[in-house]
């Protein structure tokens, strides 16, 4: 038997270490758009049960640096299910780990497409509401 789970969502965490960060010592744009991107990868698949790839990287907001140091919660949430494709926005919070503090840092959406073993995009079917 099967929990019920939430599949729409997905809670991640990663610490920030020396050797994700840039001169400025704060998480480099490309390390926070590899975390989002595996985070949209993951709730996707979950959500359609198909192999997901990416099609595009729609937005991304840098509002806030997130330091060395740093443990950054990342929540990936399906917001669209299209014939083979979904949209996903993915947050990064980062939180001070001595104070609590926490702040929304980065904001993205991003397109999945739905592929069949053949490679081309297939319809997802399976569509849980959690």
Request: hydrophobic share 40%; aromatic share 6%; proline share 2%.
């Amino acid at each position: 038997m099967k929990a019920e789970q939430n599949l729409r969502t997905l809670t991640m965490y990663e610490m920030v270490f020396p050797s994700q960060t840039n001169h400025y010592g704060t998480l480099f744009g490309g390390e926070a758009l590899s975390l989002m991107d595996k985070a949209a990868f993951i709730v996707a698949s979950r959500y359609a049960r198909r192999n997901i790839v990416t099609v595009s990287s729609d937005k991304t907001d840098f509002k806030n640096p997130i330091k060395n140091g740093q443990l950054v919660e990342i929540v990936a949430q399906v917001q669209d299910v299209g014939n083979t494709s979904l949209k996903v926005s993915v947050d990064l919070i980062g939180e001070d780990l001595r104070t609590g503090d926490r702040v929304l840092c980065t904001s993205g959406h991003f397109s999945m497409v739905a592929l069949d073993d053949f490679g081309k995009p297939t319809a997802i079917t399976r569509q849980i509401e959690g």
